[in-house]
Nanobody
Framework: QVQLVESGGGFVQAGGSLRLSCAASGSTFSIKDMGWYRQAPGKQRELVAIISSDDNTNYEDSVKGRFTISRDNAKNTVYLQMNSLKSEDTAVYLC????????????????WGQGTQVTVSS
């Protein structure tokens, strides 16, 4: 029953900013790591940023200094603040969360959101 829903994607000019949100919903669950991936046409899905349960973060090299991942545990939500956007950032952005729940006998399982489109024009 756990679901991840992304929001905040859209169209933006190069140099602009967007903030993506991903909220987990469902019955009782425990969220561990959360992260953002992206997939552009003709390219492999790649990790953009991850954040652990203790707020340790890691970023893909091309987004360092421009993107910031954060989480609000009270809201079961992870964010991706994207600044200084480039055309190369155009992709479908997907949220992933490592979650334990009764349905998996509390064994952490990777849940994926449906994705949100980010298009950067130049």
């Amino acid at each position: 029953q756990v679901q991840l829903v992304e929001s905040g994607g859209g169209f933006v000019q190069a140099g602009g900013s967007l903030r993506l949100s991903c909220a987990a919903s469902g019955s009782t669950f425990s969220i561990k790591d959360m992260g953002w991936y992206r997939q552009a046409p003709g390219k492999q899905r790649e990790l953009v940023a991850i954040i652990s349960s203790d707020d340790n973060t890691n970023y893909e090299d091309s987004v360092k200094g421009r993107f910031t991942i954060s989480r609000d545990n009270a809201k079961n939500t992870v964010y991706l603040q994207m600044n200084s956007l480039k055309s190369e950032d155009t992709a479908v952005y997907l949220c992933k969360a490592l979650i334990g729940s009764p349905s998996t006998r509390w064994i952490p399982y990777n849940y994926w959101g449906q994705g949100t489109q980010v298009t950067v024009s130049s």
